[in-house]
Structures are given as C-alpha cells and as structure tokens.
C-alpha cells in the first residue's frame, strides 16, 4: 500500500514570494507521482507529473517538482507566486505497474496574499 | 465541454433515504473512479471500472453503497440508508488506459457535495 505525507495544511505567502508545499510518501514499490491543485469551487486539475526520466518536472504555471527517491519526496516549488495560485494542492502516488488507483494527501492550502 | 461530468452537484437528504449519482467520463476513456472527499482531507478511493468491469473496491465502500457502469459509459454510485456520516463530496474521474497497465493520469469531474440532515 502506499501513503502520503504532506505535513502543511495551510502555507500563507505574500504574492511575489517563493513558495514550496512539501510531500513525502511511502510505498513498497515504484511509484508514479502527481500534484493535483483545486482552485475554489472547482474540480481537481492535474498540475504536474513524475513517471520517468528526468526527476524535474515542471508545469505550464511555473510550478515545478522533484523527485526524490532516496528521501521519498516530490516537493512542489514556485520562484514567485501570483494571488491566482491560492488554491489547495494536493499530492497523490499511484503503483506503476499494473491496475492502480491514486492515494491522495490531505492537501495544502495556499493561501496568496497582496 | 467533453469534460468529466457529475449530476446532481448538490444533494440534501435526510438520513435513511437513498440517493443516487450519475457520472459521465470523457467519452473515450474506458476506466473510471469514483472517490470520497470529506472535509479536510484529501480524495479517498472508493471502486473504478473498467469498460464495465468493477475491478475494485475500498473496504470504504461499505454494503449500502453500490457502483454500476452498465454498458461501460456513464456510471452511477448508490448510497442506501444514508447516514449522517455519508455527508461529503462524491468525486469522479476517468482516465484512458489501452491495456492491463498503470494509470498516467486521472480527469476529474466537478464533483457532488452530499449532506444528510
């Protein structure tokens, strides 16, 4: 079974300043990994993914992510944020073989500020 | 739209009726999740489909709640003899997966907020 961490549940910020929700997991076997973000009133959107390859992930927002094997984290990171990031983001792990299912974090809270 | 869709989006009921949602993946999608998200936590896994298959269950998913997705397209979750702790949000995803293999990445619908009075 595999499990997620993310110890923050609300992160205040000013806008224009750096900003890194963190996400630790467990898993006995090779994982994919996710950040999902859900912006008030909406469903959840796919922000970025970790499957293979190169452990820096980025999204078309200027977030980005990477893959830690060896402390089993997948930090999300912005250089500045903007007031439309405030939003809450949630990171998820899934098997990367076989049937899987996604097992969720319970989400952090961004909150951006003027 | 094309997107993952959820009706209704908002459910009031009393305690001891039964209550039924609908969910229409991205039609080309062949698997699709259902989920639970209560207050302050993250979305926890309840069953997902694939075509028509039921190919697992949480231990979340307790007798009086049923999933169906009779003809391998939309699908339905039935929560029977609700109770008060049943009150959260109902999400719904699909993804599209040509095999047996892993899932690269989930769409999600709006999601229904249930509350049982």
Not at chain 1, 66 to 75: G, I
Not at chain 2, 96 to 105: I, K, V
Request: charged share 20%; proline share 5%.
């Amino acid at each position: 079974a595999q499990s997620v961490t993310q110890l923050d549940s609300q992160v205040p910020v000013f806008e224009e300043a750096p900003v890194e929700l963190r996400c630790n997991y467990s898993s006995s076997v090779s994982v994919y990994l996710f950040w999902y973000v859900q912006y008030p009133n909406q469903g959840l959107q796919l922000l970025l993914k970790y499957l293979s390859g190169s452990t820096l992930v980025e999204s078309i927002n200027g977030f980005e992510a990477e893959f830690n094997k060896s402390q089993t984290s997948f930090h999300l990171r912005k250089p500045s944020v903007h007031i439309s990031d405030t939003a809450e983001y949630f990171c998820a792990v899934s098997r990367n073989s076989g049937y899987s299912t996604l097992t969720f974090g319970k989400g952090t809270m961004l909150l951006v500020s003027p | 739209d094309t997107g993952v869709s959820q009706d209704p989006r908002h459910k009031i009921t009393k305690r001891g009726q039964n209550v039924t949602f609908r969910c229409d993946p991205i039609s080309e999608h062949n698997r699709l999740y259902w989920y639970r998200q209560t207050l302050g936590q993250g979305p926890e896994f309840l069953t997902y489909f694939q075509n028509e298959a039921q190919l697992e269950k949480s231990r979340l998913l307790s007798d009086r709640f049923s999933a169906e997705r009779p003809k391998g397209s939309f699908s339905t979750l039935e929560i029977q003899r609700t109770e008060q702790g049943d009150s959260a949000m109902y999400l719904c995803a699909s993804s599209f997966n040509p095999g047996t293999g892993p899932t690269y990445e989930q769409y999600f619908g709006p999601g229904t907020r249930l509350t049982v009075t």
